[in-house]
């Protein structure tokens, strides 16, 4: 079978040796991803000749991509704590005019103008979505609040206003800066994060466009990689229902499919695997009231998945009703008795890969 989907894989400071770089090219690795979030202009310069002559060496050509920071809205430091615990019911504030002094009662943040884009009763989503914040006024641009999911709060996480609506530019100056620097070096492909709009492209065409570089932007959303599949052997499969794909695996991303399925009108039936290390609970508890079903199953090819058994003992609890499954084709079919409804199937990249494979 030809393989449609590309292994883009992140090098990072345990991965950037000779070695472990021959490994991944040996294994299948179609681009390798830098990201500017973690690694210095410099760096990546030294990245890409590690890889560049590993290319060479090994005769197997390899893209490489370099993903730019982009604009994210985070919290500020607690001093010399580590973290604080917020508990449901607390009260708690998001103070602009704090730098890196923050505790148990309030904490800065990087967005002055934070306060302006929410409005009571909006609710403000920490630490990929395990903490949620209901707001209840604005005073002195300070945004108090009231803690409806606990845990624990660590210094620079993100911040992230739930449904969207944020007025921030993907593209930072340090993106743009970052970007004219980059231009004498050898890689293919450029990651934009949080994109809002066409001028943020069009900001990246600018500083590229007379660059001997392939301009490849992937606009990376807030809102999921939802896919429907419209033809090939798994739509005969299934029938007359829709069926959908997303790759998401965190809390924040089961939250947005779970507002998209809030805006369709038909039933709608999952299918799901997971890597071991996601919290498997809380990603699923999102979708409580809103689906029919849950069938379970191993992620082909994947030693590191959850095994169906023990997923399912571990949302076994929830209320929808949960099957297990041998496999996406053979849990496909036992859905396609319904009429008119959606087939969604969620909870990891690799398991959204594999569906396009075998489509």
Known sequence: MKKRTKIIATLGPASTSPSKIEGMLHAGADVFRINLSHASIDEAKDIISLVRSQEKRIGRPVAIMLDLQGQKVRIKGFGKKSHVTLKSGDKYVLDPSLNDNGNHRAVGVTFKDL???????????????????????????????????????????????????????????????????????????????????????????????????????QKISLKGRLEEIKSGNLKKIAGNNRLIIDGGHNISAAISVAEWIGSQNEEVNVICGMLKEKDHFEFMKVFEGIINSVIVIDIPNQSGSISKEEFKKKINNLKFNVKTSNNIQESIKSLSNYQNTIILVIGSLYLMGEVLNLN
């Open 115 to 217: 306060y302006k884009n929410v409005q009571p009763g909006d609710e403000l989503l920490l630490s990929d979505a395990l903490i949620k914040l209901k707001v209840e006024e604005i005073k002195s641009k300070k945004i108090h609040t009231i803690v409806q999911r606990g845990g624990k709060l660590k210094p620079y996480q993100g911040v992230n206003k739930k449904g969207g609506g944020l007025s921030l530019s993907g593209i930072t100056q340090k993106d743009k800066t970052d970007l004219k620097k980059s231009l004498s070096l050898e890689y293919d492909y450029i990651a934009v994060s949080f994109v809002k709009d066409d001028k943020d492209l069009n900001d990246i065409r600018k500083i590229v466009k007379d660059k001997d570089i392939k301009l490849g932007v």
